[in-house]
């Protein structure tokens, strides 16, 4: 479903059924991105301390596949509210931040390389 969906239809599914339970009362930036950062950890818990053999192995686990993708549902989420709550452009800004990461990160100097930009 991801190409036939459009980040502007996903914001307003979510305005609405925040909007449907009275709840933009509770969604500030402050605690959307609480939010953002309390899913990122329930995500990453299920790496902590397994091999990347393990990770392939639970992604071909349908129970685990299906926890993870949950999670990660959960913190675009809140990415999505965030930027809908206070009318961010993602694609343009996630755009403008690959133009500076190319810029950051020239092919020539970091294809292959896990290094930082400024170590490059």
């Known amino acids: ?14 305005k609405k059924f925040c909007s449907d339970r009275d709840w933009d009362k509770y969604h500030n930036a402050k605690d ?25 192995e639970m992604f071909n686990d349908p129970k685990k596949r299906g926890e993870i993708s949950e999670e990660m549902a959960d913190v675009l989420y809140f990415v999505i509210r965030l930027a809908e709550r206070y009318n961010i452009d993602l694609t343009d800004e996630l755009n403008k931040k690959m133009q500076k ?16 930009y400024d170590e490059l």
Do not use: C, W
Request: aromatic share 6%; charged share 35%.
């Open 1 to 14: 479903m991801d190409h036939k969906t459009n980040i502007s239809e996903l914001k307003e599914q979510i």
């Open 32 to 56: 959307l991105a609480i939010g953002i950062i309390t899913e990122s950890s329930e995500l990453l818990e299920h790496f902590r301390f397994k091999s990347e053999k393990q990770v392939e």
């Open 101 to 116: 990461n190319g810029q950051k990160y020239p092919i020539e100097k970091a294809k292959g390389s896990n290094k930082k």
